[in-house]
C-alpha cells in the first residue's frame, strides 16, 4: 500500500506537528506491488479501445456520414434516456431493500437480504424472452384471461416500457450489494446522535445515512448505467432500438467493421462521460469515520406497524425478479418433458461454467484490488487516470470485447488463443470495474489513522494491508467477488467467440435452444445458471450478514 505516513521517531514523540500524516514519495514496495499491477490492468482494459482505433482509422466519409445521421442521433438519444430511467428506478428499489435488510427488525432480513440479490443470476435475453411469454400480447396471462374473461389483448409490452422493466429489475442488485456493504461498514455513532438529539428515524436516514451512501449509489447506479448501455439481447427482443442495435447490425449484417468500430468508439466516449459525471457527483467528500475503533454494530430498528408493509415490498420485488421468472422456466421444463423433449446431460456444462466463473473472479479480483487501493489512498492524477481508465471498456458489447481479443490473439498471441486464459482476460475486461467499485466503496470507509498508526509501529505496508485493511473491507470484497461469479455465468458474447474447442457452458446452451425456439429444452440450462449462482451467493450474504451481527445489536423504540 502506499506509504501515507512515516513511522514516527522516538524524539517526535512530544511534538504534535509530527504527527499529522504526510504524504510521500511511492516507495519500491508501493510501485511493485500497486502501481506496476494497475497499469498492467488498465493496459489490458485498453486493448479492446486500441483495436477500436486502429479500425476505426480506416474509416471513410460514408462512415462519418453514418455517425452523424439524425438515426443515429436519435438512437444514441434513447440510449441515453433508458439508460438515465433504468438507473433511477433501480435506485428506488435497491436503498430501501438494502436498508431494510441491514437497519430493521424486518422477519428473515437475511434470507430476503439473499433473495433480493437473485436477479443478477438470470441473463438479459432470458428475462426479456419470459416477460415476453408471460405478458406478451400472445403470452400465458393474455391466454387465461382471455379464457376467463375474454380480454384479446393486453397492454403494449414492447419497447421503453418493457426494456425499462425488465432491465431494472435485473440490475437493481448492482446498487443493492454496493449500499449493503457500505452500510455493513458505516460507524453508527453518527445516527445515533442525531438521534438523541430528537431526529425521528426518518430524518435521520435522510440527514445522516443517506449522505454517507451517495459513493455506494454512484458507484452502483455507474454500474447499471453502464449496463444498460452495452445490453443487447433484453432490447433486442422487447424491439427497442439502442446504440448496441446499430454496431451489432454492422458486424452481423454488413460485416462492416470499420464502421462499426467507429460507432463503438461512441460507446467509449459516453462511458468516460459517465465517469466524469460520477466523479463531479462524488465531490471532495470523505466517508470514513472519525473513529479509529471498530464500528459498533449498528441498532436495529423496529418496524412496527411498517412491518407488513415492508414485507409487502419484499415480496413483490422478489416475485417479479426471481418467482416470476423461475415459475415460467419451470412451467416450460414441464411442457418439453411432457411432450418428450430430452433434457440431456448438464454436467459437463455445469462444471465448465463453474470453473470459468470461478477463475475469472479470483483474476479480477487481483486485478481491481491494487487499482482501488491507489484510487482511495493516493489522490494524484495519475491514480484517478487508472480507476477511470478500468472503465474504458465497460460499455462495450461483449462482441467488440471479443473480437478485439480475437485480433489480438491470431496476431499477436497464438499460444493464447482459443483457449481458457483469452477468456477470462476477456472476463476481467468485462467486469473488472463491477469489482473495482465495491472494493472502493469499502475503502473508502476505513479511516487512514488505522493504517498510519499500525506503520507508525513499524509495520510494513504489506503487514498493515493483510492484518488491518483486507479484514475490514470484507464486505466489499464479498460483492465484488459474488458480483463478478454472477456475471460471468451469464455472460455470452465473449463465450461464444472465445471459448476453446468443445468448451459449452449454460450460457451457450441456453442460447443455442433459445436461438432456435427450443424454449424447453432452454428451461433446464437456464435453472441451473439460476441455482448453480444463487447458492455461493446467499451463502456468502447470509455469512457477511452473520458475522456483522455477532455481538446481539441493541434494538431501540422508533416513534414515527
Known amino acids: 500500500m502506499t506509504e501515507l505516513a512515516r513511522p514516527i521517531a522516538p524524539q517526535d514523540a512530544g511534538r504534535t506537528d509530527r504527527l499529522k500524516p504526510r504524504l510521500v514519495r511511492p516507495s519500491l514496495r508501493s510501485l511493485l506491488f500497486l502501481w506496476l499491477p494497475s497499469l498492467l490492468a488498465a493496459g489490458i482494459v485498453l486493448l479492446p479501445v486500441i483495436y477500436l482505433l486502429l479500425r476505426a482509422s480506416q474509416a471513410g466519409a460514408e462512415v462519418w456520414a453514418l455517425l452523424l445521421r439524425p438515426t443515429t442521433i436519435q438512437t444514441l438519444g434513447r440510449t441515453l434516456w433508458l439508460a438515465l430511467s433504468v438507473t433511477l428506478a433501480s435506485a428506488a428499489l435497491a436503498v430501501p431493500l438494502a436498508w431494510l435488510t441491514t437497519r430493521t427488525d424486518l422477519p428473515g432480513r437475511q434470507v430476503w437480504a439473499a433473495l433480493t440479490a437473485l436477479p443478477l443470476v438470470i441473463p438479459s435475453y432470458v428475462g426479456a424472452y419470459l416477460l415476453v411469454s408471460t405478458l406478451g400480447p400472445r403470452g400465458a396471462l393474455q391466454g387465461v384471461l382471455e379464457d376467463w374473461l375474454g380480454i384479446t389483448r393486453l397492454p403494449e409490452i414492447y419497447g421503453f416500457p418493457g426494456a425499462l422493466y425488465i432491465l431494472t429489475i435485473l440490475s437493481y442488485p448492482f446498487i443493492l450489494l454496493s449500499v449493503r456493504a457500505a452500510l455493513l461498514r458505516m460507524d453508527p455513532a453518527q445516527e445515533e446522535a442525531a438521534r438523541s438529539l430528537g431526529l425521528t428515524a426518518w430524518q435521520t436516514f435522510w440527514r445522516v445515512t443517506f449522505p454517507q451512501l451517495r459513493p455506494a449509489i454512484t458507484a452502483g447506479g455507474l454500474l447499471v448505467a453502464l449496463y444498460v448501455v452495452r445490453d443487447f ?45 460520477e466523479h463531479w457527483t462524488r465531490g471532495r467528500a470523505r466517508y470514513h469515520s472519525s473513529e479509529a475503533a471498530n464500528p459498533r454494530p449498528p441498532i436495529i430498528l423496529p418496524l412496527g406497524r411498517w412491518r407488513w408493509p415492508a414485507l409487502i415490498f419484499c415480496a413483490t420485488v422478489v416475485f417479479a425478479g426471481v418467482l416470476m421468472p423461475g415459475l415460467n422456466l419451470l412451467y416450460w421444463l414441464g411442457r418439453g418433458l411432457a411432450a418428450g423433449e430430452q433434457v440431456g446431460a448438464l454436467w459437463l ?15 479480477t479480483l487481483l486485478a481491481a484490488l491494487p487499482v482501488a487501493v ?5 489522490r494524484g492524477r495519475a491514480s484517478r487516470l487508472l480507476e477511470r481508465l478500468t472503465y474504458a471498456a465497460f460499455a462495450l458489447p ?12 491470431a496476431n499477436y498471441a497464438r499460444p493464447l488463443y482459443q ?28 479511516h487512514p489513522s488505522m493504517e498510519e498508526a499500525a506503520r507508525s509501529l513499524g509495520r510494513s505496508p504489506w503487514f498493515v494491508f493483510r492484518a488491518i485493511t483486507l479484514p475490514l473491507v470484507r464486505p466489499g470484497v464479498i ?24 468448451f459449452k457452458t449454460l450460457a451457450t446452451g441456453v442460447w443455442g435452444a433459445v436461438s432456435e425456439a427450443f424454449f424447453a429444452r432452454a428451461a433446464a440450462p437456464a435453472l441451473l445458471i439460476i441455482l448453480v449462482s444463487s447458492l455461493p451467493m446467499a451463502a456468502l450474504l447470509l455469512r457477511e450478514h452473520t458475522g456483522r451481527n455477532r455481538a446481539a445489536p441493541e434494538i431501540q423504540n422508533v416513534s414515527d
Open 479 to 502: 460483492s465484488g467477488i459474488g458480483l463478478v461469479f454472477l456475471t460471468v455465468m451469464k455472460e455470452l458474447p465473449a463465450t461464444l467467440i472465445l471459448a476453446p474447442i468443445g
Open 419 to 446: 483457449t481458457l486464459p483469452l477468456l477470462t482476460l476477456a472476463y476481467v475486461i468485462l467486469f473488472l470495474p463491477e469489482a473495482v467499485g465495491s472494493l472502493r466503496t469499502s475503502l473508502l470507509q476505513v
Open 233 to 277: 439481447g433484453a432490447v433486442a427482443i422487447l424491439r427497442f432500438n439502442t446504440f448496441t442495435r446499430v454496431i451489432y447490425l454492422q458486424y452481423s449484417a454488413t460485416f462492416d467493421r470499420t464502421a462499426a468500430a467507429v460507432l463503438a468508439l461512441v460507446l467509449v466516449a459516453l462511458t468516460l462521460a459517465l465517469l466524469a459525471f
Open 398 to 409: 461483449g462482441i467488440v470485447i471479443a473480437l478485439a481479443l480475437v485480433f489480438f490473439g
Open 374 to 378: 491507489l484510487s482511495v489512498r493516493s
Open 349 to 363: 456444462e455445469t462444471r465448465n461454467s463453474i470453473s470459468a466463473s470461478a477463475l475469472a473472479a479470483g483474476a
